[in-house]
């Protein structure tokens, strides 16, 4: 069965860098694209990066998405963190069979 | 501009059904992939159906596979989620979302939302 493990929490100072993981158990990171959806306090979740490293229209470029095949992990940097950054963020692919995952989710605080 | 609208949410008892609506505008409905999540109180996403833009095809994950069914109407613009047989876990708030024109496409456009309380 296909996982994908994120950190429960990070944190960063204003104008700082974070960075954060999501780790594919069960095949093969590339395999299938991931994403990456934002979600504030009771909103809906919207989406910061598509299939790996794409930025929707109206995204900052401070955010960005990465993969790395060999911790086979895909990986969502926030640079120049805001205090409107503060949410949760989740990352999200597919298995072999097309049923959708996401991962538990990550909470970011900036302090 | 993309706009879906949930409704049908509400407090059902276990064993009982609730129909879904997901309204849709601002873009060609028939073209995408259309896709049901939901999130329980307090914790995180779970993908639950997706549905191809023609009715082809439908997806399920495993726990609601055999009680919950999707499906559209392209001409009235609208996503439906049937689901019988409900269960205390399927408790949750319920989202619709646009995905591509493919399976295993992201999810674009989120709508707001719908509360399914299933309580005794």
């Known amino acids: 069965n296909l996982i994908l493990t994120q950190p429960h929490s990070v944190s960063g100072s204003p104008g700082k860098t974070v960075t954060i993981s999501c780790t594919r158990s069960?095949?093969?990171?590339?395999?299938?694209?991931v994403q990456w959806y934002q979600q504030r306090p009771g909103s809906a979740p919207t989406t910061v990066i598509y299939?790996?490293?794409?930025?929707p229209s109206g995204v900052p470029d401070r955010f960005s998405g990465s993969i790395d095949s060999s911790s086979n992990s895909a990986f969502l940097t926030i640079s120049g963190l805001k205090t409107e950054d503060e949410a949760d963020y989740y990352c999200?692919?597919?298995?072999?069979?097309?049923?959708?995952?996401f991962g538990g989710g990550t909470k970011l605080t900036v302090l | 501009q993309v706009q879906l609208v949930e409704s049908g949410g509400g407090l059902v008892k276990p064993g009982g059904s609730l129909r879904l609506s997901c309204a849709a505008s601002?873009?060609?409905?028939?073209?995408?992939?259309m896709t049901w999540i939901r999130q329980p109180p307090g914790k995180g996403l779970e993908w639950v159906s997706y549905?191809?833009?023609?009715?082809?095809?439908?997806n399920y994950r495993d726990s609601v596979r055999g009680r919950f069914s999707i499906s559209r109407d392209n001409a009235k613009n609208s996503l439906y989620l049937q689901m019988n047989s409900l269960r205390d876990e399927d408790t949750a708030v319920y989202f619709c979302?646009?995905?591509?024109?493919?399976?295993?496409?992201?999810?674009?456009?989120w709508g707001q939302g719908t509360l399914v309380t299933v309580s005794s």
């Open positions: 299939e790996h490293d794409g930025r």
């Open positions: 999200q692919s597919y298995d072999g069979n097309n049923h959708g995952i």
């Open positions: 979302a646009r995905a591509g024109r493919f399976p295993a496409s992201p999810l674009a456009y």
């Open positions: 069960g095949d093969n990171i590339a395999s299938k694209y």
């Open positions: 601002g873009f060609t409905f028939s073209d995408y992939y």
């Open positions: 549905i191809s833009d023609g009715s082809d095809y439908t």
